[in-house]
């Protein structure tokens, strides 16, 4: 999936990243990350809680800019794009739904979940009229013009998702999006998801580290410590003398 380094990045990547770096204070959140992400797939990026994920996300999706490395999407560079031009393309052609709804109280359900197509400039009436589509496949249409203090945490996360999908981005950054539901509400918040994945070619990342939701995916890569599972387990340091073996085998 990976070129070499002398490469340009493979015209099927959507998404391309070359040796990725990223510390806070000091501390490694990534080491070293490189992947590729086809035009409608559905990756899982697995691992535990600080593996390094919603970092990952945040560097693809051009809301931090990599410390070392590249990233590209669709064979443009977003690493040497400047701050106006990645919020642009963050809000034109990505979406983004997280672990938290992170809607404006003061806005109504419809203008949270037409909020893209408002900034974008969209006729109001095309942008409600997008955002009760979606909110109807979410089974919330009912709810479109209360404020979102009206609605239950799950029905806030499918006004997140109605959001995420408004403008039928090209890639979605989904941050543990089923983190805070129970299995019903999981459930359906997923299969909406896919399906409008699948339905309208939009390429998925996402990040869980629930077995049941990494299991949707096309593909997954596991993140430990910052790095890819098979580059931290490489990292760790291994007892390999007599000593060390002799340590292991007494406290077995």
């Known amino acids: 999936m990976v070129a070499p380094p002398d ?66 999407f669709n064979s443009v560079p977003v690493h040497t794009m400047g701050t106006l031009i990645r919020e642009r393309l963050r809000r034109d052609r990505f979406g983004w739904i997280g672990h938290e709804p992170q809607l404006l109280p003061e806005l109504k359900v419809w203008e949270n979940a037409a909020l893209p197509l408002l900034l974008a400039g969209a006729p109001h009436r095309s942008a409600r009229n997008a955002a009760c589509e979606w909110l109807d496949r979410l089974d919330i249409g009912g709810f479109a013009r209360k404020r979102p203090g009206a609605l239950s945490r799950a029905e806030c996360q499918r006004v997140a998702l109605a959001r995420a999908l408004v403008n039928e981005p090209e890639v979605i950054f989904a941050d543990e999006p089923t983190a805070p539901l129970h299995r019903t509400e999981r459930a359906l918040l997923l299969r909406t998801l896919t399906t409008a994945a699948r339905s309208h070619d939009i390429t998925v990342l996402l990040a869980t580290h629930d077995e049941a939701t990494a299991a949707a995916a096309d593909r997954r890569i596991a993140l430990l410590d910052g790095r890819l599972a098979g580059a931290a387990a490489a990292a760790s340091p291994v007892a390999d003398t007599t000593e060390d073996q002799a340590a292991c085998s007494l406290s077995a």
């Open 7 to 72: 490469n340009a990045p493979p015209d099927n990547d959507v998404l391309w990243a070359r040796s990725l770096h990223y510390s806070y204070d000091g501390a490694p959140a990534l080491v070293e990350v490189s992947v590729g992400v086809r035009q409608g797939e559905i990756l899982a990026l697995t691992g535990p809680r600080g593996s390094g994920k919603t970092t990952l996300l945040r560097c693809l999706s051009g809301q931090l800019r990599p410390q070392q490395g590249e990233v590209w």
